[in-house]
């Protein structure tokens, strides 16, 4: 069934170039559009679905995912959700008033944001073990860019006024995220940004945590090491011993319990309560030693009752919006990143799906009505996700549970935690930023890829020294530029036959691959785009001077360039007028130009332009190999040169990868 | 000598994937770095040249190209250049005239700016065609940009003065670019959005040339059409019909000589003529029949003598500094934009090498030089390189006998041409920008690409309704918008073997194309990074279920996925956390997972996290027959599947791509 003379000739090869028409201008945006914006295809579950009735309940089951769990929901996932939910919660008191003391705001509001924003999540949120809650370091970023508005100390209802409007600008932006499927902006947060981000800001919330550990009732608003560090060693006349001491009992305390976690896993409960324990410790010794007077200062009067209204103190001021709505989308684009890279991550481990845009919606409304009920900014924190997940959680009725929980403390026991000591909401925050500062993953990304280390060294360096937002801003901008730089510089391969198959790969990667004599193999690797084109045609131009300089020794002038345009996913107008110029230019040294393997939209292109008449469908080849016989069939060199090829080739030229 | 069994088994295979240690850290860097800023690689030519003297001649040769071509320069060649030289100059006469009263400069300016830089260009370019002058569109642009700072009318002695600063940052500019070899930058200019830019300026500038034709006084310094259009229909009280009647017959005369050319391309020269003839035919007229007493608008008086200097004139007064360093960048990329671009079109005419740093280079140094001497931006305008390559230049002597010719120009003739009627002038540029608007290009664009065709349009709407650098900002945006998508959602195909053959291709593409049964290949197409990490995880998945609901109904379960990475170039951290996690999610599944072809980058970074030993050095291939092949061998399952891929596949498996 072997043809071997078929394959040397291209008319007779059995597998052409597709040349057929190309798809409809409405059929290629219908499909980048879905796949810029739909990339998960949401509805794909239910396009099948025969009755209507059935097509209506998978919808509302989609927006409202609630519906989807809680019709199968027993007593028998009830019992873990219980356990889970009752654990969070004792983790939440402590740390939501903790954060709410990171960013100035009166201490009962991060008992206020764990209450309202779990319950609505629990509705639109896809996750199984999000805990809701608020976080340390978008808490300080909020702070330091409202603070350039407002100073707390200056006025602190106005504060806290713009922080709920900040709020609400986060549940705008994140919802229109959501539901305008923007999801991509977050992916624009790489991995590494995260880290620094994230260890800069440990690092800072550490060092500000001195101010408490020392007792230290003056500080300073901004956010560098420098002004922390002058801040606390210009006031060493303040410090207090007592609170110094208390803090390092604490302190020891706490990174005990999560040695004890780190060692055996099964006694994870011990560091999850621990945080509640030091408070309850805490105020029993503030109570009873009348701590205020020895120089410990305590968190002050809670009160009781439920989250009352904000939505009346939303401030729409045009003076201050600048600062809110640089505030809340800032915000809400890293409580998103950090909540959904959260959820993703125990997602993998269970094997479910997380819908990111679906996870925005819920986020966004999270924030939105929070704003109106005196919370400010909830995500999904990681420590409390993780002991969530710990405990067993089923779904997420854990929050619910939570929220009830915190419902009951609002409602009976929110006075007995105003004896909390500072210095032990200052411990809890350090135990937790140390666990945060990356190093491990910093050294990691180190050896791995230096420019993702320079990424992440840029936002720890630039936060920890700058500012917060400068330093994550500066590392976007860094992996964004590395993103078009990746554009801009594509690898071109020059590809070598490995011996006795078809296939050609790169002489760099596998130097036992041998150049075909008289002939140059491209492999160009990217799109091919106007941030591109000047230096694809500068790259072919060096691999030719590079072969012709090293045929002249051996006498074999290059006769034939094989462009491998496999790896090239598409081309725009600049990169098609480039090719054709090259093309050009190539031919008027009188060396023959082939095209292998064109994908769908570059063909489409070239056809649409007719650069394919210039090319001669004749010389583009489904595959290097189609290509390479054609040349060889085609050489018009001396004797010596075909011998050559001839005695080393044989074998290939009879079987070639067309077998009948 | 062939091994049919070998194929079907990994630890026979001929060829394996190259697991060598991972190049160093600092040969990756260098050739890195070498890439980004050396594509080009100028130093090849005399990297191999033996003795010293010779290397610093090729060095001296390299930076100054003139002492490349003078040496063998001789009178047969200067005979070409001395006529191209002596056109070029009765071009940039009344060219210069009329764009220096774009940029509202003393006409004089003009004509300083055609005798000084092409004496620097004729040392430091690299191109044998470019003919150096102002152009109209950075003329206009540098206008509007110091208009904002100080308006003409106010104080024009200011205006000038910034001007020549702008023109002085400019210079620094370009040559900064060209010496860090930033040539990358010029390479976000698509063409897309140039021919947008040139149509939208070029539709401004004849709109704005209504005022010389109506010989209207008053005008308004904005460069939008609406205020352009009001400001000429606001004033028909004021319109000279002999003006008007003059400037339709100079415009007549004009477009009837490009017509000419244009049929006839030897005749060339009478369109090259014509601007020089109309001012002649002007000036004669406008001094006999006492022109100004008709209303029709002159020049005005012309210094005799060649350019003062200008050095004390420049203003870095802070209060000007944002305009001059905005003006002097951007009309400084523009004007780089369209000289590289025009040089290298001309260049691959002929087959020459452009260097797009070493022209910055001579760019910058020219209008360094220029702000020293009275001149104002310069760049290789397309008209005059035009008609100096029609002209037979040889070298940039042609520059240099146009230089001459402007200095005795400005020596003696200077005064003859202050009767030049403004209409002539108007009539001249009009005529020169009708060709510019270039909506052949823009259909052509619609048709083959219509994101391309949007970034025109943006480009050229903005011009002509906002303004010229909001317009060239937007489509530049659009532009970068484009490339990082293309990096956030790279296309990942579903491939199926062709009948008969070792190929995998694109069953889209190719519908012949086969699935293997039980196995799914995919091919990812582009490097993995932060940005698009998601949304190759949401692809996969998403093949996965299409798959799976597919082949639900032919019982033939997914049992092993092969990713293709041929079209990885590149991977950084946060893609590798995606693999991993991607790769333990399908394992969970029971589904095996197979490499084909990783690339030496992403097999170093694979190499290096470790990410080889999770996948297993079994699992990673040379190509995506010898995975299938593999799957093939380990398929458990029912006998049914086997029998079927057996009955299609057994000459494959037989003589497979590997033939001894």
């Not at 219980?82 to 919660?89: M, V």
């Not at 860019?145 to 100073?151: L, T, Y």
């Not at 002991?387 to 929050?399: D, P, Q």
Request: glycine content about 6%; hydrophobic content about 45%.
């Amino acid at each position: 069934m072997t043809n071997s003379s078929s394959s040397t000739s291209h008319q007779n090869l059995v597998h052409k170039v597709n040349f057929s028409k190309p798809r409809s201008f409405t059929k290629t945006v219908k499909s980048d559009l879905k796949e810029t914006f739909f990339p998960d295809d949401p509805f794909r579950q239910f396009k099948n679905e025969p009755s209507a009735f059935r097509k209506a309940k998978k919808t509302v089951q989609y927006f409202l995912p609630v519906f989807e769990w809680l019709p199968k929901y027993g007593f028998k996932m009830f019992r873990y959700d219980l356990l889970a939910g009752i654990t969070i919660a004792s983790l939440a008191i402590p740390q939501g008033i903790s954060y709410a003391k990171l960013a100035n705001l009166p201490p009962i509001l991060g008992l206020y944001s764990s209450f309202i924003p779990p319950l609505i999540y629990a509705v639109f949120g896809s996750s199984k073990d999000l805990a809701v809650g608020t976080v340390a370091s978008a808490s300080l970023l909020l702070a330091s860019i409202i603070e350039q508005a407002v100073p707390v100390k200056e006025n602190p209802t106005l504060y806290l006024h713009l922080v709920f409007t900040a709020t609400f600008f986060t549940g705008i932006f994140q919802f229109a995220l959501g539901f305008f499927r923007l999801g991509i902006l977050v992916d624009f947060l790489s991995h590494s940004t995260i880290v620094g981000f994230m260890s800069g800001t440990a690092t800072i919330i550490c060092l500000q945590q001195l101010k408490g550990m020392f007792g230290l009732t003056h500080f300073t608003s901004n956010t560098d090491v420098i002004s922390v560090l002058r801040a606390v060693f210009s006031q060493t006349h303040h410090w207090r011993w007592q609170s110094a001491l208390a803090g390092v009992c604490f302190l020891v305390f706490l990174l005990a319990t999560k040695h004890v976690k780190k060692k055996k896993p099964s006694l994870y409960w011990v560091s999850a309560l621990a945080p509640m324990v030091t408070v309850v410790i805490g105020c029993l010794v503030a109570y009873f030693a009348h701590a205020e007077k020895h120089g410990i200062q305590i968190v002050g009067h809670l009160n009781k009752g439920i989250n009352p209204s904000s939505i009346q103190f939303l401030n729409f001021d045009p003076k201050y919006l600048p600062y809110t709505i640089k505030a809340g989308i800032i915000t809400g684009i890293l409580a998103l990143a950090e909540g959904i890279a959260i959820a993703r991550s125990f997602a993998t481990i269970k094997n479910n799906q997380i819908d990111g845009n679906k996870e925005m919606i819920a986020f966004g409304m999270m924030n939105l009505v929070g704003s109106f009920t005196s919370c400010y900014l909830t995500t999904g924190p990681f420590s409390k996700t993780a002991v969530n997940y710990n405990a067993g959680c089923k779904t997420a009725m854990s929050n619910v549970v939570m929220a009830i929980c915190m419902m009951l403390t609002l409602l009976f026991l929110a006075p007995l935690f105003s004896y909390t000591p500072l210095v032990a909401l200052s411990a809890i925050i350090m135990a937790a930023m140390l666990g945060l500062i990356d190093y491990e993953e910093a050294y990691h990304l180190y050896k791995v890829d230096k420019y993702d280390f320079c990424i992440c060294m840029s936002a720890f360096l630039g936060v920890t020294f700058l500012s917060m937002d400068v330093g994550l801003m500066l590392s976007i901008g860094l992996s964004i530029i590395r993103a078009l730089l990746c554009v801009a510089r594509p690898p071109i391969a020059n590809l070598g036959n490995m011996s006795n198959s078809t296939m050609y790969r790169d002489i760099e990667q596998y130097p036992s691959a041998e150049k075909v004599p008289g002939v140059l193999i491209l492999q160009l690797g990217s799109p091919i785009y106007f941030a591109n084109c000047t230096y694809v045609r500068e790259r072919i131009s060096r691999w030719m001077d590079h072969e012709q300089s090293i045929s002249d020794s051996k006498a074999a002038d290059i006769e034939h360039i094989i462009l491998d345009m496999g790896g090239v996913t598409a081309i725009d107008m600049t990169g098609i007028g480039m090719l054709t110029e090259v093309l050009k230019s190539i031919e008027r040294k009188g060396i023959n130009v082939l095209i292998a393997n064109p994908k769908i939209e570059v063909m489409e292109k070239l056809m649409l332009s007719n650069l394919v008449e210039t090319i001669g469908k004749d010389s583009m080849f489904l595959s290097i190999n189609d290509a390479v016989e054609a040349c060889r069939f085609n050489l018009r060199s001396s004797k010596k040169l075909i011998d050559r090829s001839d005695s080393t080739n044989t074998s290939k030229v009879e079987t070639g990868d067309i077998v009948v």
